[in-house]
């Protein structure tokens, strides 16, 4: 079946790093998302991952990926308070396979 | 380029009654894409069309459904609106075939039903 789980909730300090993790039950998934929501707004693509790759590194963001365990993280350093959102974990399988997300885990940056 | 559009922006209605939700894909775009974002529950995926065609449907009612028109874009209809459907319903729109699979969002739709 598929299903994308994470926790609902992170709260930080400014200046830490925040990893927010996702477990996902599809193995033929070929896409790993994470898209951000701002208050308020529509969700955006933040980074993606190919499943056949461990690891991306974009800027502040490193995105880890054990594929033996179905277990998806998202690495942010030097988190600011800008970076308070929901962050969504998704997951999308070969061909026509439609996205499916996680319920998102809320990043709380307390200054 | 303008992104996903929807509209309206906010709906309020009362049980038993309809809704409408429109959306405007990102122009070159094929594949419309309906989630719903209740409370606590993230992003349920309603339905997916891609030229013209109902590709994939969520676990929902048939009272939810929808559709894509010539140009792409889509609307999606909830009949006989229940409390529960209150909610954010999104809208993406993706190229299929673009190498990243990107959906790009449009901002939603709160739906409260009284």
């Known amino acids: 079946g598929e299903d994308v789980e994470q926790s609902l909730f992170l709260s930080v300090r400014e200046g830490d790093s925040s990893v927010i993790n996702c477990t996902y039950t599809?193995?033929?998934?070929?896409?790993l998302y994470w898209y951000k929501q701002e208050p308020g707004a529509g969700l955006q693509l933040l980074t993606y991952?190919?499943?056949?790759?461990d690891m991306k590194q974009d800027q502040r963001l490193t995105v880890l990926l054990n594929k033996k365990d179905k277990h998806l993280s998202l690495r942010i350093a030097d988190t600011q308070t800008g970076d308070s959102a929901i962050y969504f974990c998704?997951?999308?399988?070969?061909?026509?396979?439609?996205?499916?997300f996680g319920a998102g885990t809320r990043l709380f940056v307390k200054a | 380029e303008a992104g996903v559009t929807q509209s309206p922006t906010h709906l309020i209605k009362t049980r038993g009654q309809q809704a409408t939700l429109r959306c405007s894909p990102i122009?070159?775009?094929?594949?419309v894409y309906w989630y719903q974002q209740a409370l606590g529950l993230g992003l349920q995926f309603l339905l997916w069309y891609d030229e013209g065609e109902e590709r994939n449907r969520g676990n929902f009612p048939p009272r939810f459904s929808g559709r894509q028109f010539p140009n792409y874009s889509s609307e999606l209809n909830v009949n006989a609106l229940e409390l529960e459907d209150s909610a954010l319903y999104l809208c993406?729109?993706?190229?299929?075939?673009?190498?990243?699979?990107?959906?790009?969002f449009g901002e939603g739709y709160r739906l409260t039903v009284l």
């Open positions: 998704a997951e999308k399988g070969p061909g026509g396979f439609k996205t499916i």
């Open positions: 991952i190919f499943s056949n790759m």
């Open positions: 599809d193995s033929s998934s070929t896409y």
């Open positions: 993406a729109s993706s190229l299929e075939g673009l190498s990243t699979g990107e959906l790009f």
């Open positions: 122009s070159g775009h094929t594949s």
